[in-house]
């Protein structure tokens, strides 16, 4: 069902196959003689159909997308994309840095596999449920759905008819992930950087470049700053207090990190033995680490990870390595 947000914008929920987030927001930005998408959603028939069929309830056909901005290179953003471009010939507009993205989510090489399996193995994850994750993935291959037109890098001005979308790059999520401020209507298209009820995925991971989860909590401070009317997202609901949503993620990680801090308890821990003594998902009231699915396991030691880089950088944390195992203790 499309829903109109204000004149000239829409948002197009597109289904996301066997996933508890259910759907990706699309949104659609009429321009002068054309429009704009921003994301496209999952590459799958159902997914397609269904975008397609939401254009039309407004009169929009695939050819006249003009333009498509990807908040980032995630399957559930981009992965549409080319099936779009192919119709409409439309330009992709991209933060630079999420062409990493590429080599990683879409091409899984055994190289790959096996730096990951160390990873874990060197934080001191049992080996089967390295193997649990890994072994229904291997020799994954998935086409990269198109390659960007205009890369970014933040500070441009996109537009699209009357809308002026300043592209502001907010890693953390993922490297080149950009949120898009309209500052006359002021609404900001937060992609997954800020959503109204759970919080995004921040690991540290092999292919991790610096300090994610602190990249993230930097991004949060700057877009907090913004004067918004309406945050739109792209999983969940449309919401307005944008600076209320940002100090509530803020304090959860805050928490987390006291989390971490407790187990830590003075003594040298892994992050896997860290990762276990923590509840996750607290939207959900908490939940223990042993009842998490196999991802869900590696995903929570990848956060894990990630809170405890930001730590070291804090100088709050130190490691330390024994028998080829990294632990982690307080300074």
Not at 88 to 107: D, G, P
Request: aromatic share 8%; proline share 6%; hydrophobic share 40%.
């Amino acid at each position: 069902m499309t829903t109109q947000i204000v004149k000239g914008i829409y948002q197009l929920k597109v289904p996301i196959p066997d996933n508890p987030l259910e759907a990706t927001n699309i949104y659609l930005l009429q321009g002068d003689n054309s429009y704009t998408l921003i994301d496209t959603g999952w590459d799958s028939n159902t997914a397609f159909n269904s975008l397609n069929r939401q254009l039309a309830e407004v009169g929009v056909g695939l050819p006249d997308i003009s333009q498509i901005i990807i908040t980032h290179a995630h399957f559930d953003h981009f992965g549409l994309a080319g099936r779009v471009k192919q119709i409409s010939n439309a330009k992709i507009y991209m933060h630079t840095l999420e062409q990493e993205v590429f080599r990683t989510r879409y091409v899984v090489s055994e190289e790959f596999l096996n730096s990951v399996a160390h990873w874990f193995t060197i934080n001191g994850v049992p080996q089967d449920m390295i193997e649990a994750v890994h072994s229904p993935i291997k020799g994954f291959r998935k086409p990269i759905p198109a390659q960007p037109d205009v890369l970014l890098n933040g500070g441009e001005t996109i537009s699209s008819g009357k809308f002026n979308l300043q592209v502001i790059w907010t890693p953390g999520h993922s490297p080149g992930h950009i949120c898009l401020y309209e500052p006359v209507a002021k609404i900001l298209f937060s992609g997954d950087h800020v959503l109204p009820v759970i919080t995004p995925n921040i690991s540290l991971t092999p292919t991790t470049k610096g300090n994610p989860l602190g990249d993230f909590l930097q991004s949060l401070a700057t877009v907090r700053k913004l004067d918004v009317a309406q945050v739109l997202p792209a999983h969940e609901q449309i919401f307005k207090n944008l600076p209320g949503r940002v100090d509530e993620i803020v304090r959860h990680h805050e928490i987390r990190t006291k989390e971490i801090m407790a187990a830590m308890g003075h003594q040298e821990k892994t992050a896997y033995q860290l990762a276990t003594a923590i509840k996750w998902m607290p939207e959900q009231g908490g939940v223990d680490y042993g009842d998490l699915s196999p991802v869900a396991k590696l995903s929570a030691v990848s956060e894990t990870l990630a809170h405890l880089k930001a730590m070291a950088v804090e100088q709050k944390i130190t490691s330390v390595i024994h028998d080829d195992i990294v632990y982690y203790k307080d300074i």
